[in-house]
């Protein structure tokens, strides 16, 4: 759980990279399908509220889904561009 004042349920994974150290990474955007023995790709930069938690897990890289349903800030989720409506 995050420092004061904040209080939502972070998603985060324990990852051990391939030099052999173990970090926590967070996992952005809403729900994923990591499961224990999934092979992430990760990337720098700390989640502010959470201590000791200094990387991020890239989505749509690897093992790691897009974010489902995604239409804005696409990139930053992996989620790929949603088809056009019929006219």
Known sequence: T?????SAMRKVARVRLTNGNEV???IPGEGHNLQ???IVLVRGGRVKDLPG???HIVRGAL???GVAGRTQRRS???AKRPK???K
Not at 2 to 6: A, E, I, S, W
């Open 36 to 38: 224990e023995h999934s």
């Open 63 to 65: 093992d790691t889904s």
């Open 53 to 55: 938690v200094r990387y």
């Open 24 to 26: 926590n990474a967070y």
């Open 2 to 6: 995050p420092k004061k004042p904040n």
């Open 76 to 78: 930053k989720y992996g």
């Open 84 to 86: 056009e409506a019929k």
